[in-house]
């Protein structure tokens, strides 16, 4: 199946830094997908990005399906951008497959 | 609010127990996926169900089952529960396949 791998994961920040995270998968896709888990546990839905770039506030989102790479932005970090973002694919099949998460301190 | 409805939020129960767990999906969107979240195995892919049948079947065990109803709900049963069963399950539904995946709040199982 496909590999999926995310990078750092681990992330601590300052409140009002920028942060870069990357998402590495090893096949073509039709559907990629960024979440962000709240420490309550909730998955929220981010980007639906299998290519192209997309932008939503301070967030925004670039998939380079050719060389199998994605990286999700945060601007201007704050406390509630705690958690984890989760990169999740389809390649084929049906099933979304969930890499291993980046997790996101953002301290105050 | 993803649309998609899990119930219960929360489940405590005993060993060797069963439990069902329900998933009604958006509307309009005729699969419906299930998901484990435990610690040390992350998030994983159960089953998958489109329009009542079963379209795919992930790291699924034998004591799991799952089905979709004419209405589109779903519901996942759990049986013969074990310690390592305990997690967040997570039900996600979509349009059809490659489309966006919206999931539940999820179910927090706990087996003591």
Known sequence: GIQVEQSPPDLILQEGANSTLRCNFSDSVNNLQWFHQNPWGQLINLFYIPSGTKQNGRLSATTVATERYSLLYISSSQTTDSGVYFCALGAGSYQLTFGKGTKLSVIP | ?112
Request: aromatic share 10%.
């Open chain 2, 1 to 112: 609010d993803s649309g998609v409805t899990q119930t219960p939020k929360h489940l405590i129960t005993a060993t060797g127990q069963r439990v069902t767990l329900r998933c009604s999906p958006r509307s309009g969107d005729l699969s419906v996926y299930w998901y484990q979240q435990s610690l040390d195995q992350g998030l994983q892919f159960l089953i998958q169900y489109y329009n009542g049948e079963e379209r795919a079947k992930g790291n699924i065990l034998e004591r799991f089952s799952a089905q979709q109803f004419p209405d589109l709900h779903s519901e996942l049963n759990l049986s013969s529960l074990e310690l390592g069963d305990s997690a967040l399950y997570f039900c996600a539904s979509s349009v059809g396949s490659g489309a966006e995946a919206f999931f539940g709040q999820g179910t927090r199982l706990t087996v003591v």
